[in-house]
């Protein structure tokens, strides 16, 4: 049995020597280095550049503008595709902008022969610009005066959705005598990936093709949206993803590559490596959505929900990118992690402005939710005097649950068990009491939260996935999976079951862990905590496949009917259990056989048509420092129901990451700009992601469901780590002071502000209470 | 790859001051923290670079004749940190370097870099000037002596004229004897940051153990340079010590900063940790000056 064992990673060795092979890492001779030039203002049009100076310095090479660039308009977010083009993402950009929407947009490139003569051409060229008011936020930006960003949105909406499920209208419902009722809106900031390797591609070009090596999550998708970026056949495109040092969403989108692999085209098919900064990476290239998310609750004294009503405005920023899909997400998951008597009701808006660009990042909109959502139920609590985890025992989503909205069932729920454990981790029942009524300078509070989350994007959108395995002489496998190893542990898991299902040591199963689109399997990529799931489940067929191959040649070799065989531990037995012929012996002689040659391969697609609801809950205990507004994380844990793990301690290491992302989101993170949509702190000083200092220790528990759809069980695990944290942690401070912060970050600035609020301190210089 | 026309390795003090009258809008660089970044940024980019790295004439941490601990501008916030001298008879500078960015810098960064940067938010700075440093500034025509206190010269500004070196920073043993100091590194993160407020206390108790005997106080990022507040210190000498003169303290010291708003912390909230932990810097040196924990 290989599932549910804690096997060391695949790729541990390689990781912790330095042999793991990475974009930089397979920089070819007389590569050429790209920068590209940014515009310095946010919202305007490029009208003349003035390159002689740049031109002139030694070691440049050339300098392309948009003036110089294909005129396709293409999308970048790394969905599938759909031929249906009411499904199609937008089309809001060319590779090089001549109209601005971002501050550092891309208006063009140096080609350089090194990077320091690639820098002091950027420092001395000159462009000109035609320049219109930054629109900072959505208020600015859907003013009847703004600016249209984009010809076909008016408005600069670039979509709006809503929803009612069950009668009356929200209002209508809340209105009924003797409810409880709260509407408050929540504001979550935007945030960044900040993965450890930034963007970065190298692309050349071999007999009339571009090769492309990338940092991606998608090697298939970005390969589809540098032929429609560039207007090549996207048969002559060919990305290979090596490992890659973390992506978090923000690399399924496809940000550099088709620049790139037209640079490449400029420069007579020599090696060019474009490689972003940190600060580019954090202020041009996706964010997580900044929303203001309002939220309507009315409930009975007992509890029960009656009516919700979610009304989000979400940031786009300039471009598109995954667009109106982030809070569109946040809206159904707002309609689906509780129940209520009556209604249940959504509008939520995405709205262009001149900030950086939201796309997809861990948890696709439910972090922004959850915050929003799980404040509005501790706030709810708080008014009907009732214990926040008996009032989301009592409503959250049951098993059985059918989603009006997606179909999508809730086919086994741990949720309640989750946060029963979780509430015994923390000693809930006991702080909750004993942190009543404190006073003095520093404060304990403990909080909670919870949240569901899907497995994938069926029915949104495609599911599809597939997977090759190759028996090779000694017995062994070679296993190729279109799915992409991020960091998250991919290739082991799949080794793993690949191991299970054909009763192998995961010894002898040998995964090629690059994905190259000229000959890997197709497969969308790792995003939407899919893999495990959706691309297990072509691995299962595949494995399927490969055994009654061999057990057909078996019953070929052995002259005995294939359903009398079994393929167990290295070898073909019979119904008795008797040793008929080991695997390896049988392997040889397909290879040579001079009578019955045969290859024993296997390859297969699924289409994957289900979905399941993974759960999870966090508690936190916090102290805080009232005067100085420091908030302490004493205690914390996630406990999450995703099923059955395939392999416990990296499901557990999954959790402790993005938990610290959590954390971040929670206390400290948050991208600045000024009125002018510049960015203020786009890096890793000035930008507060949590040090290993700032972490506490992290507790994770499990509850493990046998999910009946999912390979061996199994559920989503990649995103919804980092998903209840930030509310946990936001209601411990509730908790602790009774000082209902409504915004992300609880930086020491804002809490201090909200004690002054509440009068739980004096200006400066006063007295304390 | 950074971008350095050239960089020359002085083989002295009075090799690397030549070089600097020598190289036309040459720039000194030692551990490189701050200098290798600005070129990074492009604001050094293409410079002409004299590295004093190698130098050991400026390392050093030893205790003169008469008492006075002299510390080599070239040491770096690590070996500070760890020196027995220091440990022993000024940890309060320890502790400050010690929470400078994170092992990997305090492994690079110097003492001597920390102080001609002449940035309010440096973390030596603050234990610095409670401690009463007295730098030692080479040049063509010789040295001169001045307090750390007077070489502030406005926001990243020092004394320190073309081709002149700090060669030695030295605490006259009346500053530190039987002295117990603390400094409260304010930030948002606890490692990898600069401080939002910084805030150094140093001193001296009575035999009574209750008294204020000697007292300083300093301030990072409360001003455009790091400062003493003078008059709170004379306001406090000479008083028991109580959670009344703590927040006393803190209201003093108020009428000597003058923080400013900028999108990192509003003025009001640096007012805020100037009164808190001016309080709370007092009470830890009191302890550590051998009184009573209040």
């Known amino acids: 049995m290989s599932v549910g064992k804690s096997i060391s990673r695949v790729d541990a060795y390689e990781k912790v020597t330095g042999r793991a092979m990475y974009t930089a890492d397979l920089e070819r001779p007389g590569t050429l280095v790209a920068r590209v030039i940014r515009s310095t203002i946010a919202n305007g049009v490029v009208k003349r550049f003035h390159l002689e100076k740049a031109l002139a310095v030694p070691g440049v090479v050339k300098i392309l503008t948009c003036f110089d660039g294909p005129e396709f308009l293409f999308p970048t977010a790394g969905h599938p595709w759909s031929t249906d083009k009411s499904h199609q993402d937008v089309a809001d950009r060319r590779l090089l902008n001549t109209r601005v929407r971002v501050w550092g947009d891309d208006i063009g490139a140096v080609i350089a022969e090194n990077e320091v003569a690639a820098q002091q051409a950027l420092r001395l060229i000159e462009v000109e610009y035609e320049e219109y008011p930054p629109l900072v936020t959505v208020e600015q930006a859907m003013a009847p005066d703004a600016t249209q960003l984009h010809p076909d949105f008016p408005g600069n909406i670039l979509k709006q959705t809503e929803f009612r499920i069950g009668e009356p209208s929200y209002t209508q419902a809340a209105e009924e005598e003797g409810l409880a009722r709260i509407s408050k809106t929540y504001g979550v900031q935007t945030v960044q990936h900040c993965h450890i390797e930034t963007a970065v591609s190298i692309a050349w070009m071999e007999k009339g093709r571009i090769v492309i090596v990338s940092s991606t999550q998608i090697p298939h998708i970005v390969r589809r949206v540098i032929g429609q970026a560039t207007g090549l056949s996207w048969g002559k495109i060919r990305v290979i993803k090596p490992y890659i040092g973390g992506g978090f969403g923000n690399k399924q989108e496809v940000l550099y590559e088709p620049l790139n692999a037209w640079l490449t085209t400029q420069v007579g098919g020599r090696p060019v490596r474009l490689e972003l900064s940190r600060e580019e990476v954090m202020a041009c290239t996706r964010v997580r959505h900044a929303m203001d998310i309002t939220i309507g609750m009315a409930a009975r004294p007992d509890g029960t929900f009656v009516a919700r009503r979610f009304e989000g405005y979400s940031n786009q920023g300039g471009y598109a990118s995954h667009g109106h899909s982030i809070i569109a997400n946040a809206a159904n998951g707002f309609r689906n992690l509780y129940t209520q008597e009556k209604v249940v009701e959504a509008q939520a808006t995405t709205v262009y402005t001149n900030l950086t660009s939201g796309g997809a990042m861990r948890g696709y909109g439910i972090p922004q939710l959850s915050f929003a959502m799980e404040s509005a139920v501790d706030d709810l609590a708080l008014q009907l005097g009732m214990d926040p985890l008996e009032l989301r025992l009592k409503n959250a989503m049951p098993e059985g649950y059918v989603d009006p909205g997606t179909g999508i069932t809730c086919h086994v729920s741990g949720l309640r068990d989750c946060m029963q454990r979780g509430a015994e981790h923390i000693g809930w029942a006991k702080k909750r009491a004993a942190y009543q009524n404190q006073t003095g300078p520093l404060r304990k509070g403990v909080g909670m939260a919870i949240f569901s989350y899907k497995t994938g994007v069926h029915p949104i959108s495609l599911e599809t996935a597939s997977c090759r395995m190759i028996l090779n002489q000694d017995g062994t496998m070679q296993l190729q999976m279109g799915a992409t190893e991020i960091g998250q542990g991919a290739d082991t898991v799949f080794t793993q079951m690949a191991a299970q299902e054909l009763e192998l040591s995961p010894e002898d199963i040998h995964i090629v862990s690059q994905q190259d689109t000229d000959v890997t399997p197709f497969d969308t990529g790792a995003y939407a905590s899919r893999q495990t799931y959706v691309s297990g489940m072509a691995l299962q067929k595949t494995a399927r496949s490969l055994k009654r191959r061999i057990l057909d040649y078996a019953s070929g070799l052995l002259e005995k009917p294939a359903d009398t065989l079994r393929l167990e531990q290295g070898n073909i037995r019979d119904v008795q259990g008797n040793d008929l012929m080991a695997l390896d012996v049988l392997a040889t002689e397909a290879f040579y056989s001079l009578e019955r040659p045969l290859h024993i391969t296997a390859e297969e697609s699924i289409h994957c048509t289900d979905n399941t609801y993974a759960f999870g809950a966090c508690f936190a205990e916090v102290e805080v420092d009232i005067p100085v507004g420091k908030v302490k994380v004493l205690d914390i844990i996630n406990v999450h129901d995703s099923g059955v793990l395939i392999n416990p301690q990296l499901a557990q290491a999954q959790v402790h990451g993005g938990m610290s992302m959590g954390l971040g989101y929670a206390l400290g993170e948050q991208l600045l700009y000024n009125d002018k949509a510049v960015p203020l702190n786009n890096n890793l000083l000035d930008y507060k992601l949590p040090t290993a200092l700032d972490t506490p220790e992290l507790y994770v528990d499990f509850v493990e469901t046998v999910d009946p759809t999912g390979p061996y069980g199994n559920k989503a695990l990649g995103e919804p780590p980092a998903i209840p944290v930030a509310p946990a942690v936001r209601n411990a401070v509730l908790h602790a002071t009774g000082v209902a912060v409504g915004s992300l970050p609880l930086n020491s600035q804002k809490l201090v502000e909200a004690f002054e609020q509440a009068g739980l301190l004096k200006k400066a210089g006063g007295e304390n209470v | ?294």
């Not at chain 2, 003090?13 to 490189?32: F, N, Q």
């Not at chain 2, 500053?175 to 100091?181: A, E, H």
């Not at chain 2, 008294?211 to 306001?235: M, N, Q």
């Open chain 2, 1 to 294: 790859m950074f971008d350095v026309q050239k960089i020359y390795r002085a083989t002295s003090v009075e090799d690397a001051i030549r070089a600097l009258h020598r190289m036309e809008g040459s720039i000194l660089i030692s551990g490189g923290s701050d200098v290798l970044i600005k070129i990074r940024e492009g604001k050094l980019a293409g410079c002409t670079l004299v590295s004093i790295n190698d130098l050991q004439e400026l390392t050093g941490i030893v205790m003169e004749e008469d008492g006075t601990i002299k510390i080599g501008p070239g040491e770096t916030f690590t070996r500070i940190t760890e020196h027995p001298l220091i440990r022993q008879h000024i940890p309060v500078l320890g502790h400050a370097v010690d929470q400078a960015g994170g092992p990997q810098l305090r492994n690079v960064a110097t003492i001597g870099g920390n102080v001609c940067n002449g940035v309010t938010s440096a973390d030596s700075a603050g234990a610095l000037l409670v401690l009463g440093a007295q730098l030692e500034i080479t040049g063509r025509d010789g040295m001169r002596t001045l307090p750390l206190e007077q070489f502030y010269k406005g926001p990243g500004r020092v004394d320190l004229n073309r081709g002149e070196i700090l060669t030695a920073i030295r605490i006259p043993q009346k500053d530190y004897q039987g002295f117990g100091g603390h400094y409260i590194k304010y930030a948002q993160r606890a490692a990898m940051d600069i401080a939002t407020l910084g805030c150094a206390v140093s001193l001296r108790l009575e035999e009574d153990r209750q008294t204020i005997a000697d007292y300083r106080l300093a301030f990072g990022v409360a001003a455009p340079t790091p400062i003493r507040c003078r008059k709170t210190e004379a306001a406090v000498m000479g008083k028991p010590v109580s959670s009344r003169l703590l927040e006393e303290i803190g209201q003093l010291a108020l009428g000597e900063v003058s923080p400013r708003t900028s999108w990192r912390a509003s003025k009001e909230f640096r007012q805020r940790l100037v009164c808190e932990l001016s309080g709370r810097a007092t009470a830890q040196a009191v302890k550590h000056a051998g009184g009573e924990t209040l």
